[in-house]
């Protein structure tokens, strides 16, 4: 008796499990957010993954991260926007596709490309070369 009061208890767990991970949003919050590895002043949401920091560019220091939800043919979501705003940084539109978007900050340079399922943010290794070539746009 005690061992089928136990599977059921067990099986009741599995389904609620399931029923709770079924029910969970896969879009990002767009809540909580840190600097990104390669540029700390520039936000990243927090619950994006990043297994590394991608260096094998000779012009870009760049870092990938995956976050389900986004759309490589979508915006930048309007929250994530506001965020960079908040943080100091404008957006350059002379270079800004729908997935490629340019931002500035001072002297600061941040490229960002939205893919689906992931994002990169591209910080150019010579700031003052990156900085004149915007400048002549």
């Known amino acids: 008796m ?3 009061r136990a599977l059921w208890t067990l099986l009741i767990l599995c389904m609620v499990t399931v029923l709770l991970a079924g029910c969970t949003s896969g879009e990002p919050s767009w809540e909580t957010f840190e600097g990104a590895l390669n540029e700390k002043s520039f936000p990243v949401p ?3 993954n990043s297994p590394d920091r991608t260096t094998t560019n000779a012009a870009m220091d760049y870092v990938r991260y995956s976050l389900p939800g986004l759309k490589e043919n979508d915006h930048i979501p309007a929250p994530y926007l506001e965020v960079i705003q908040a943080w100091g940084w404008s957006e350059l539109r002379k270079e800004n596709t729908d ?3 340019v931002f500035q900050k001072d002297q600061l340079v941040v490229h960002l490309t939205i893919h689906d399922g992931y994002f990169i943010i591209m910080v150019p290794k010579d700031k003052k070369t990156s900085i004149k070539k ?3 746009l």
């Open 46 to 48: 927090k619950e994006a």
């Open 2 to 4: 005690r061992r089928a």
């Open 134 to 136: 915007l400048n002549s």
């Open 99 to 101: 997935s490629s978007h």
